[in-house]
């Protein structure tokens, strides 16, 4: 066989290798509802179907995740469709170099600066929020980190860390989405 044959087929063996260890999340997912009892109550509060204290991913539902090489995108809307906000659109670089999200809520612009690392076919994307104490007003910033994994091509599982801030505790959640 030819030099350049061999060359051209070892580099296709490699790039398809490659690309069997970074998965896609690109699709659009839903919510799955976590499993429970309907109508749980909590003390005086009426019945609900959501659960205690989940905040689940962070992430709306149903959202759109769109990956190249470089970056995943995450698009989702949090308010009404004919509202004046946009959706919310999230860039993370996957070569773990600095993301920076600016949304517009609340008290006005709010940046949020993340880093992606690959787990061998998880993302791990950590991002710091920087907030200031509304009881002494002293900057300050916590950190969330979401790990993606697909547990089936139709099935993105979401892991998030959210460190305790303000004397909360840390908590960890896994939210189901279905493409």
């Not at 070892?10 to 970074?22: G, M, P, V």
């Not at 949090?78 to 773990?96: A, E, M, S």
């Not at 547990?151 to 004397?167: K, N, S």
Request: zero cysteines; hydrophobic letters at 35%; glycine letters at 8%.
């Amino acid at each position: 066989m030819r030099p350049a044959v061999i060359a051209a087929g070892t580099i296709a063996l490699l790039a398809a290798s490659a690309s069997a260890q970074t998965p896609d999340f690109s699709g659009k997912w839903t919510l799955v509802a976590p499993a429970q009892a309907a109508g749980a109550a909590q003390g005086a509060a009426p019945p609900s179907l959501s659960e205690p204290g989940n905040m689940g991913s962070g992430w709306g539902s149903p959202m759109t995740l769109t990956q190249d090489a470089a970056a995943l995108t995450v698009e989702y809307s949090t308010f009404h469709p004919r509202d004046i906000q946009p959706p919310f659109r999230f860039t993370y670089l996957l070569n773990g170099a600095e993301s920076r999200n600016t949304i517009n809520l609340g008290r006005g612009p709010q940046l949020q600066v993340s880093r992606t690392a690959w787990q061998g076919e998880r993302l791990e994307i950590t991002t710091t929020h920087a907030f200031v104490n509304p009881r002494n007003g002293q900057a300050l910033t916590s950190e969330t980190r979401q790990t993606l994994s697909l547990e089936a091509p139709d099935t993105l599982v979401i892991e998030t860390f959210r460190a305790g801030v303000l004397g909360g505790k840390p908590s960890t959640t896994r939210t189901t989405y279905k493409k």
